[in-house]
């Protein structure tokens, strides 16, 4: 028998959000004011270099360090094997400190918001059908709420031009809480109580790594896990995603937009 979700918790980027084209121009306008003598012009390369290794960033402050990292001929698959080991490379050797890098990228996307937002709106895209699925839920009175590492007025101002209104620390929860996401999931579990019981929770995630930890927390045994095969993640972490454990189920672009009983089959991209 199907028992549906009391809660649906979602990443932002990579699920409902495609920013890659924001992510680079960000990125590489950092790059140009954090560096000395930084090139001046990216090459389609280095932008198409940075949509595929996009997926080893796990906070924005990195992303301007992919930028360099691409820019010096580090190779592709040294990247998408040991980011971890070329990015601390890097900011040893160039003496990065990495809060000042973060500060310095985040006041740029202010400043750019401020004076074009048009502009920085223009560079995102929606995935398919994901915007009507939240208004739909919406409708249906289904609880979800946006779970993830970007800034959350970034993400409100994004679902807001899409005529979704999202409250910070009400069903928004970005950057800014500052802590794992499993630690958020705890306490959402905990705070909102259905009839004296835990709630139900469904989580979607892009990064096989945060759905890891989280099945690595005894107490959040029962959140039913979801790996979005569409996002940010490399054709190693998609492959593996279907054999991490029995808990963590891939599922596709297309049941995301279906019936949420379709959430619990296999994969299906028709």
Same mark, same amino acid.
């Given at each position: 028998?199907?028992?549906?979700? /009391? ?28 560096w000395?003598?930084?090139i ?5 390369? @280095?932008? /198409? ?24 001929? @580090?190779?592709?698959e ?11 490379? @890097?900011?040893? /050797?160039d003496?990065i ?8 990228l ?26 009507a699925?939240?208004?739909a ?8 709420? @946006?779970?993830?590492?970007?800034e ?8 807001g031009?899409?005529?979704? *209104? ?7 929860f ?11 999931l705890?306490q ?9 019981r835990?709630?139900?929770i469904?989580?979607?995630?892009d ?27 490399t054709?190693? *972490? ?33």
């Open positions: 028998m199907f028992v549906p979700p /009391d809660s649906i918790a979602l990443d932002f980027d990579g699920v409902i959000c495609n920013g890659l084209a924001e992510y680079f121009q960000t990125a590489w306008k950092t790059y140009q004011q954090y000395t003598n930084p001046q012009r990216p090459d389609t390369a @280095i932008r /198409d270099g940075f949509y595929t290794l996009r997926p080893v960033i796990e906070t924005g402050w990195e992303m301007p360090v992919l930028v360099h990292a691409l820019l010096t001929d @580090i190779p592709h040294t990247i998408l094997t040991d980011w971890v080991a070329v990015r601390d490379r @890097i900011v040893a /050797d003496a400190q990495p809060p000042s890098l973060a500060y310095a985040d006041q740029l996307r202010d400043r750019w918001i401020a004076d074009d937002l048009d502009g920085w709106l223009a560079l995102h895209e929606f995935y398919p059908g994901t915007i699925q939240l208004k839920w919406n409708a249906a009175g289904i609880d979800w709420w @946006i779970v993830t590492t970007k959350g007025r970034f993400v409100r101002r994004l679902l031009d899409q005529g979704i *209104e999202i409250e910070l620390g009400d069903r928004l970005g950057k800014e809480v500052g802590r794992p996401k499993y630690q958020t705890r959402l579990r905990h705070a909102r109580p259905i009839h004296h835990l709630r139900r469904w989580f979607l995630e990064r096989l790594k945060t759905l890891q930890a989280v099945d690595r927390e005894p107490d959040l045994g029962d959140i039913e896990l979801f790996f979005a095969d569409w996002g940010y993640s054709p190693r *972490e998609r492959a593996e995603s279907a054999m991490a454990t029995s808990r963590i189920r891939p599922i596709s672009i297309h049941q995301f937009c279906g019936d949420l009983t379709g959430w619990l089959t296999a994969p299906s991209n028709a």
